[in-house]
């Protein structure tokens, strides 16, 4: 069993930075990890993911302004650095473990991952224009 939990989010105006953080308590073996978001009233979507072998794959609408790592010394920490935040980037940010690949979480369909893998309970983003 593997549990995952978020911190980091916050208000933010236009423009500014955060950084996520997601730690794994448990062993996930090779899975992929994965950043995901679902702003109010719409569904998950998949926004950044990071293979067991360091590869990594963006959501078009992030690339460029996000980046997506895993901390140096501990495998199990995982980051989010959020630049250049936009008032459509406001959501509930979710980290994920998953017996996929980095691409499957960038995909259009990437919200069928929610039944699959460990899933943390999220932590909200909101910028402000």
């Known amino acids: 069993q593997v549990t995952l939990m978020e911190s980091g989010g916050g208000s933010v105006q236009a423009g500014g930075s955060l950084r996520l953080r997601c730690e794994a308590f448990?062993?996930?073996?090779?899975?992929?990890m994965g950043w995901f978001r679902q702003p109010p009233g719409k569904e998950r979507e998949g926004v950044a993911g990071?293979?067991?072998?360091?590869?990594?794959?963006y959501a078009d609408s992030v690339k460029g302004r996000f980046t997506i790592s895993k901390d140096n010394t501990n495998r199990n920490i995982l980051y989010l650095q959020m630049n250049r935040l936009k008032p459509e980037d406001t959501a509930m940010y979710y980290c994920?473990?998953?017996?996929?690949?980095?691409?499957?979480?960038?995909?259009?369909?990437?919200?069928?991952?929610?039944?699959?893998?460990?899933w943390g309970q999220g932590t909200q983003v909101t910028v402000s224009s």
């Open positions: 994920a473990a998953l017996p996929a690949l980095a691409d499957d979480v960038v995909a259009d369909d990437a919200a069928r991952l929610v039944d699959f893998g460990y």
């Open positions: 448990g062993d996930y073996g090779t899975y992929c």
């Open positions: 990071i293979n067991s072998d360091g590869s990594t794959n």
